[in-house]
């Protein structure tokens, strides 16, 4: 019998589809950064022009980050359920409105109400958009595909930070809002336009029966016996616990960072934007880098990749005071290295690994579990970071993370250990 990969007309068309669908996903992710890592950046000046302290402006990271988290838990079911291009699409079009809400309020309570909605905005991209790549690429690639796919939310971030940096020097904190704002709107209406959610949606065969090594696995009777299932799994529970603790590292870093530069290290309120840019940078390589690695010399085991980068990363967050009093060019290498060894464990945990997870039909579901959990760690660090920072300063900053990075690396360590059981 012929295989359908000897169809090269179709495999031609397959892969035109494949790299249509990987950009416009990979852009439409990447976007949701505009209307998140504004607020970031602006943190400085955002405190400064309100009065805000280290602590209130730790609350609006709260109730951004404990919205996010619920929006996780119900996305992910709702993915499993919904159109994608409806989630996504609904989702990216509150965001822009809440971001532009925001950057016209100046009372607390109204910054808290509308950071709020922006994170359950939020929620609906990750989930869904992962959902949407599970549709278009096979098991046996994903791994290297995800590793570059998830460079979106270091690339675009980068880009995000330097919009937002550059709209706070130029015209003050407000348009640090605004025009990030109108930038996400345009990925929005591209989204809308011209994403297709699946290769069946196009008239194509499943990516698992295409470009894997069989059929495209069975379909469970129904969602709901699929997240009973899920739910029973040690495995989803202990990604999801070892991501909370790297998110809760992960977002210390993204929330604070422009705030630590201009506190601690003396940089302008405009500076800090720029200069807390530049190791997202750094954590595009280290998701490549994990993807490729985990597929290339580890057969898709992704315990090995991620226990040597999180023990790597108690390394050097356990030595990046010390490298930050040799000088700025020396403190921004160590947060680049940082973020090289933060952004590989992210994207395998709540990617690659969760897809595994979750394969025959809970993908979204899957990712939702442990994205949500993931949620819950940065909805703590907010007011952690912010309350430890005003009373102590930022020395504590990078012990604290050390701790917290323990864990996820000695679980991680029994994933290992299981693989090379197998």
Known sequence: MKSINADGGLRKKYDAQRARAFAILWITYGGYYFCRNCYFVAKPAVGEGLGLANSQLGAIDLAFMSMYAAGQFVNGALGDRMSVKLLVGAGMLA??????????????????????????????????????????????????????????????????????????????????????????FGVALTFIAFHIESPEKAGLPPAEEFYGRGRAAARPASANSETARLLRSPALWRMGVSYFCVTFVRYALMCWLAMYLYEKMGFSVTASGFQSAA???????????????????FKSKRGAVTTMMLLCLILVLGAQNGIAAMGPVWNLAGLCAIYFLIQGPTSIMVGTAA?????????????????????????????????????????????????MSIAPCVLMATVWLEERRR
């Open 95 to 184: 965001s822009v409105a809440m971001t532009v809400a925001f950057g016209l309020s100046s009372a607390l309570p109204l910054l808290l109400v509308f950071w709020g909605i922006n994170g359950l905005a939020q929620s609906t991209g990750w989930t869904s958009c992962v959902k949407s790549m599970d549709n278009w690429f096979s098991s046996r690639e994903r791994g290297t595909v995800m590793g570059f796919w998830s460079t979106n939310f270091q690339a675009v971030g980068f880009v995000a930070r330097v919009v937002a940096a550059a709209a706070l020097g130029w015209y003050g904190w407000r348009y640090s809002f605004f025009i990030p704002a109108a930038m996400m």
């Open 279 to 297: 190791p997202e940078l750094a954590g595009l390589f280290g998701t490549v880098a994990a993807g490729y690695v985990s597929d290339r010399y």
């Open 355 to 403: 897809m595994d997870i979750g394969r025959g039909g809970g993908t979204a579901t899957a990712v939702g579990v442990i994205n949500g959990l993931g949620a819950l760690g940065a909805a703590a660090q907010g007011p952690v970071i912010g309350f430890l920072s005003d009373k102590y300063g930022w020395g504590f900053l990078f012990q604290l993370l050390m701790v």
